[in-house]
């Protein structure tokens, strides 16, 4: 399994920014597709996930502001961040979690909100 992000950078608060994750080497429409984020000097937090039927739930922060989404026919999840703020500022990381509920994870994509 191979996950590649992509779609992060450096955003004023109040901009935009969408993330994806493109999948290799599975079923995609099989698998949970979630996204985290780690903070300098934080542990890694959960910020959205999308499962296999399309159910989502989203961290408490991104409520209303984040949204997340699957392609399966290209086998790519993404996070369409709005309303971004400097306590987003993190890396974003992909994750895969398959029907025995292992964890797949991508490289990380940084994204920098200036106030």
């Known amino acids: 399994v191979q996950l590649v992000e992509s779609g992060g950078g450096l955003v004023q608060a109040g901009g935009s920014l969408r993330l994806s994750c493109a999948a290799s080497g599975i079923i995609f429409s099989n698998v949970n597709m979630g996204w985290y984020r780690q903070a300098p000097g934080k542990q890694r937090e959960f910020v959205a996930v999308i499962t296999s039927g399309r159910s989502t739930s989203y961290a408490d922060s991104v409520k209303g502001r984040f949204f997340i989404s699957r392609d399966n026919v290209v086998s790519t999840a993404y996070l369409q961040m709005n309303n971004l703020k400097p306590e987003d500022t993190a890396v974003y990381y992909c994750?895969?979690?398959?029907?025995?509920?292992?964890?797949?994870w991508g490289q990380g994509t940084q994204v920098t909100v200036s106030s």
């Open positions: 994750n895969l979690r398959n029907h025995l509920s292992h964890d797949y």
